[in-house]
């Protein structure tokens, strides 16, 4: 059974930073792909970032230019850097696993994997 455990979220200023972390255990995830979710209250979750095994990475358009997803393989960690946060940034994000083979997963019923998620608020 893999566990995925997100950390890195808290409150910063618009125009800040932050990094999340997802750690896995109970199996490695080098050759998965691994994605970033987040959920706005009142809203459906959404899609906001992948990377493949191959490290190719994909961004839905409101994260373009500000998010990095990247991974240590080593560490079994996924990480997502987010630059130029903005008050609609405020959400509750996931990582979660895919251990099939799609190369851009951009659903949450793609994914067999999830995080409890970290809070990540941005105050204007």
């Known amino acids: 059974q893999v566990q995925l455990v997100e950390s890195g979220g808290g409150l910063v200023q618009a125009g800040g930073s932050l990094r999340l972390s997802c750690a896995a255990s109970?199996?490695?995830?080098?050759?998965?792909?691994m994605g970033w979710f987040r959920q706005a209250p009142g809203k459906e979750r959404e899609f906001v970032a992948v990377?493949?095994?191959?490290?190719?990475?994909y961004y839905t358009d409101s994260v373009k230019g500000r998010f990095t997803i990247s991974r240590d393989n080593a560490k079994n960690t996924v990480y997502l850097h987010m630059n130029s946060l903005k008050p609609e940034d405020t959400a509750v994000y996931y990582c979660?696993?895919?251990?099939?083979?799609?190369?851009?997963?951009?659903?949450?019923?793609?994914?067999?994997?999830w995080g409890r998620g970290t809070q990540v608020t941005v105050s204007s």
């Open positions: 979660a696993l895919d251990v099939n083979y799609a190369i851009r997963p951009r659903t949450a019923s793609e994914y067999d994997y």
């Open positions: 109970g199996h490695t995830f080098s050759s998965y792909t």
């Open positions: 990377i493949n095994w191959s490290d190719s990475t």
